[in-house]
């Protein structure tokens, strides 16, 4: 396993930009009165957070939030940021199948090129929904001109719970991309989702840390993601059954505190930048 100097290891923080109403296996989009859309509010809070560490930090973003705010990638880039993609509408890649994927990543690169003038080299799919079983997802990848991937998530109830907690090559039909899994908490029960989502706010902040820095002095560089509705406790939320709901909206109060906390206490830099190091080992 490549390992890169301890001394330094920069982290990333990745944000997937969505709306509140964007949850997995939820395909009914709500009817928005107007001014119900948060993103653009809830992304400008993040921006800002990070320019106060100044910080860099990789957005995956859907193409059509991109669409619905036009400036919102353009103000992302200018801010020093990375753009990388998150599909177009949020659907499982597997329900895609090999035809329609292709065309989401290619529409939501056409738009994010049109706003930025950046093609994105990184994916990330809706709910780490690519991994042993779609193997055709990471040769489009690849064949798209992807540098990277960050979808297979080593975790019991999504990705595969056996697979490498640390970056990795995937050999595809066409050559190799690398696979960046976000960081887990390895337990008896199996790796805990302390690198984002329900996990970073409901585990204590200390493990949390605690499974960063202990990643970092082995030599291997910790993924945090973060979405755009958890920097907004009191924002609107769907109707859904109690466990998803929880992992979408709950204990959501103190994410901006957590964040501050790991964005003074660690070092970070965009998900290309720490792809490249990787590959240089």
Not at 16 to 39: I, T
Not at 154 to 165: A, E, M, T
Not at 219 to 233: Q, T
């Amino acid at each position: 396993m490549k390992r890169l100097d301890p001394e330094n290891v920069h982290n990333a923080l990745t944000i997937d930009v969505e709306d509140w109403y964007h949850v997995s296996n939820y395909e009914a989009k709500p009817v928005l009165p107007p001014g119900s859309r948060r993103v653009r509010q809830n992304v400008e809070r993040i921006l800002a957070i990070l320019a106060e560490y100044h910080i860099k930090a990789t957005f995956f973003m859907l193409g059509s939030v991109a669409e619905e705010e036009p400036t919102l990638a353009g103000d992302i880039v200018r801010d020093g940021h990375e753009i990388a993609s998150h599909g177009y509408s949020h659907t499982l890649v597997p329900r895609l199948g090999p035809n329609s994927f292709r065309d989401e990543i290619r529409r939501t690169a056409e738009v994010i090129g049109r706003q930025t003038g950046c093609k994105p080299v990184g994916f990330r799919a809706p709910q780490w929904s690519i991994g042993p079983g779609t193997p055709w997802a990471v040769d489009i990848l690849q064949e798209e001109g992807y540098l990277y991937d960050s979808s297979y998530n080593p975790l019991p109830f999504v990705g595969d719970r056996k697979g490498p907690r640390t970056p990795f090559a995937i050999a595809t039909t066409g050559g190799s991309i690398v696979e960046v899994p976000p960081m887990v908490t390895p337990s008896p029960i199996g790796n805990l989702p302390t690198g984002g989502g329900w996990g970073f706010r409901f585990f204590p902040l200390g493990l949390i840390a605690h499974t960063a820095r202990k990643l970092n002095n082995g030599g291997v560089p910790a993924v945090f993601y973060l979405h755009p509705r958890e920097m907004d406790p009191s924002g609107p939320r769907l109707s859904l059954p109690p466990l998803k709901s929880f992992a979408a909206y709950g204990t959501r109060s103190d994410a901006e505190g957590r964040l501050r906390h790991l964005l003074q206490s660690l070092k970070f830099c965009t998900m290309r930048q720490l792809v490249e190091k990787w590959e240089a080992v």
